[in-house]
């Protein structure tokens, strides 16, 4: 994907481009921009469309912990761009805290995660962060020097760049109430466990990776944790996600019965 202007600036004429197009070597997407046959077909969309790919769209895109597709794609336009409502598309408007290049399809990081604080739930927001930090892509020192709107706020004031898996960011703040010391991504007989609730309540999350062997080792180290005296909670996706309060109810009366406790309750 390029912008026929860059490419002039970089002393391609635009006699060149043009016989790029009648060879089809490359294809004409709007004007003032040209694509190679084998482009990214949600590049080449934006492109078309005049927005770059951000929020949850270019989140799921860097490989960040995102909540399942909402069927949306996520797109962001300046407030007088081109871009128009279309079913399937979901427009962001907002100002971004990066200025956006005129030959950038997607987003800056930065970008991605303000629009994901403003336009997902507080949880979803913040599982994704949590990711962003795990991967890398941000840091909090770097983070903390923007000047992010309320929502985006208080994600970064709770993120937490060790989470895994952004299902375990889930349990944060559901627990918290709970006034019991918490800890997460903790080792314990060789292998991080997801939480740990006071002393010997272990939660652990499977994801979609925990078949076969994985599933094997699992059963396993659940195992071990009993022998050295710990007691496992083992939940999944769904009950993450939609059945939440089945799984709080079996960690209250885990705790109720003293089962996070070192010794007899």
């Avoid at 898996?165 to 918490?182: C, D, F, K, N």
């Avoid at 939940?235 to 960690?251: H, L, M, S, T």
């Avoid at 109720?256 to 070192?262: D, I, R, V």
Wanted: with cysteine.
């Amino acid at each position: 994907m390029a912008r026929t202007a860059g490419l002039r600036e970089r002393g391609i004429s635009r006699y060149d481009i043009a016989q790029g197009v009648t060879e089809k070597a490359v294809l004409p997407i709007r004007r003032g921009w040209i694509a190679l046959p084998q482009a990214d077909p949600m590049l080449v969309d934006a492109a078309r469309r005049g927005v770059v790919l951000t929020c949850v769209t270019q989140a799921r895109r860097l490989g960040l912990w995102v909540h399942a597709d909402d069927g949306h794609h996520h797109v962001g336009s300046a407030p007088r761009g081109p871009a128009r409502a279309e079913a399937g598309v979901l427009i962001h408007w907002a100002m971004p805290l990066i200025a956006r290049h005129p030959d950038s399809l997607v987003d800056p990081i930065e970008n991605v995660l303000a629009l994901v604080a403003d336009c997902e739930p507080h949880e979803r927001a913040l599982a994704t962060w949590d990711s962003a930090l795990n991967k890398g892509l941000v840091h909090r020192a770097a983070l903390e020097r923007f000047p992010w709107k309320t929502a985006a706020r208080r994600v970064l004031a709770e993120a937490w760049p060790f989470a895994d898996a952004g299902l375990e960011t889930y349990l944060r703040p559901r627990l918290r109430w709970m006034r019991i010391p918490l800890y997460f991504q903790i080792w314990i007989a060789g292998h991080r466990v997801d939480a740990l609730i006071g002393d010997r309540l272990v939660v652990q999350i499977d994801g979609s990776t925990h078949v076969g062997p994985q599933r094997a080792e699992d059963i396993r180290h659940d195992a071990e944790l009993t022998l050295l005296g710990y007691h496992v909670i083992r939940v999944g996706y769904r009950q993450i996600i939609d059945q939440w309060n089945a799984v709080q109810d079996r960690i209250m009366r885990a705790v109720a019965q003293g089962l996070h406790l070192t010794g007899p309750a």
